[in-house]
């Protein structure tokens, strides 16, 4: 019985490899559209990592930069990998609503509007899905 649930199991993924093989010779845009999507996730991660620094503002004011720093990184990634229209202006519109936060943060906001950060980086996800 083991046996055969090997051979089942082998028979399974060499179907698998072969029919994934020649999709694999055009998967240059799979894998950008996977990157845009990883990335677009860890972007929705910093986005709430930054609603809950801003709501604990008074209690740890590094925290909303930090969470800014993040988002941005992730930004300049996805910015390099693709040459897409929709996801570059994505990117865009989410960089300018970062860019207000962080100065209405220094310039004393303690509560700034955050719905501009979250609309974009919803739409970044719309335009990164396959």
Known sequence: MATRRRTITAAAVLA?????????????????????????????????????????????????????DDIDKNLDEIGDKTDNTDVNKAVDDLDRAVTNVRTALRNGDETPDLSPVTDAAGELTKVCTP
């Open 16 to 68: 698998s490899v072969a029919l994934l093989a020649p999709a694999a010779v055009g998967c240059s845009a799979l894998d950008k559209a996977l990157d845009c999507v990883q990335t677009a996730d860890a972007i929705a991660d910093s986005v709430t990592a930054l609603q809950q620094a801003v709501e604990n503002a008074s209690d740890n004011p590094a925290q909303a930069d930090e969470a800014l």
